[in-house]
């Protein structure tokens, strides 16, 4: 028989309260209740295309203005939405963690930027994150939270779209419109990680001496099927260690995980953590 994993609060807590180097692992779950559409599910499409054959490379040489558009939208959801209280329990957390001397980390799938805007400090964001810019030719790195980010874009980020009208019904949007580098004035791109790049290697190495030293893993609010995030919370597991599962299933991703606690995350995680909001 399985040994299923325990939704007891008060066990939970005599476990957390002995960690000394805790990693809260997120994904799109835990911005779900500040409105941010997450990926798998009714929220993963964008007018007639799923978010992740957009979030590709191949996406944005095929077609710039496509995936500008798509990301001139999640920019304009996510500088619109507030934290949620997912978000600002594990920034209250982070503090009293500081206050004893023991560590909280928290790295994140997300791209919206709601950790720090709660008031997280030590946040790794694994796939970039929205407010920032890449040049497609000198390669700098700028945040620019303009919104719209271009003139050309102003107007063009509705999410859904009356079934009637399609893409080819809108003026088509050039390339010389898109967003410049400051620099250079060449073609910018969002500062994301998409499927099929790989992570940055520091942010990359970071995540991996977290998950191999810590000793004690909150995984909040994701599917869990992405590369390489989908392997740190049962390396823990693996490890020994205790990993506490937030997610609205009923089942846990891996029966190998201590705790499991089914709900929104918004509600649950405050209450495991203890604090009051
Ligand atoms: C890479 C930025 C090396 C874009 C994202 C090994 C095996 C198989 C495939 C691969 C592999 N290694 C690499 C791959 C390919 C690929 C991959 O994993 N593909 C998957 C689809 C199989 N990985 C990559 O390409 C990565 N690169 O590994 O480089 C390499 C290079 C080339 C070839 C091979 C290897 C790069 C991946 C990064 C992609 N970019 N985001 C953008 O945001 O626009 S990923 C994107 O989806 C998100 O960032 C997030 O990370 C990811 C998963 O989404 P989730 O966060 O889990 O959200 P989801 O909607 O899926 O689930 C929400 C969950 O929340 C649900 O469980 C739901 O129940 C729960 N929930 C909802 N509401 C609540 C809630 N829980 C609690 N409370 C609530 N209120
Ligand atoms: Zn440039």
Request: hydrophobic letters at 40%; glycine letters at 6%; aromatic letters at 8%.
């Amino acid at each position: 028989m399985f040994k299923r994993p325990l939704s007891d609060y008060n066990e939970f807590q005599k476990v957390l309260n002995q960690a000394q180097n805790i990693v809260a692992l997120t994904g799109a779950g835990v911005s779900a209740e500040s409105g941010i559409p997450v990926f798998r599910g009714p929220g993963g499409l964008w007018r007639t295309h799923r978010a992740t054959d957009l979030a590709t490379p191949q996406a944005f040489k095929a077609n710039p203005a496509l995936v500008w558009e798509f990301y001139h939208y999640r920019r304009e959801v996510a500088f619109n939405s507030q934290p949620n209280k997912a978000h600002i329990a594990l920034a209250k957390y982070e503090k009293i963690c500081q206050e004893q001397g023991r560590k909280f980390s928290v790295i994140t799938q997300n791209v919206d930027g709601l950790h720090k805007r709660a008031g997280s400090k030590n946040v790794l964001e694994l796939h970039g994150c929205l407010q920032q810019v890449i040049c497609t030719k000198c390669k700098i790195i700028e945040m620019n939270v303009n919104n719209p980010i271009c003139e050309a874009l102003r107007g063009r980020g509705f999410g859904i779209i009356d079934p009637s009208k399609k893409d080819q019904d809108l003026p088509i949007i050039q390339v010389k419109e898109l967003p410049k580098c400051s620099k250079c004035q060449a073609l910018v791109r969002p500062y994301i990680v998409w499927f099929g790049e790989n992570l940055d290697p520091d942010v990359l190495d970071n995540a991996r001496e977290l998950v191999e030293t810590c000793d004690l893993c909150l995984v909040i609010g994701t599917s869990s099927v992405v590369y390489p995030a989908a392997m740190f919370a049962p390396t823990v597991a693996e490890r020994g260690k205790p990993v506490a599962e937030f997610n609205l299933s009923e089942d846990p991703f891996d029966e190998e995980f201590s705790f499991h606690f089914s709900g929104p995350c918004g509600t649950t995680l405050p209450k495991a953590l203890g604090i009051d909001l």
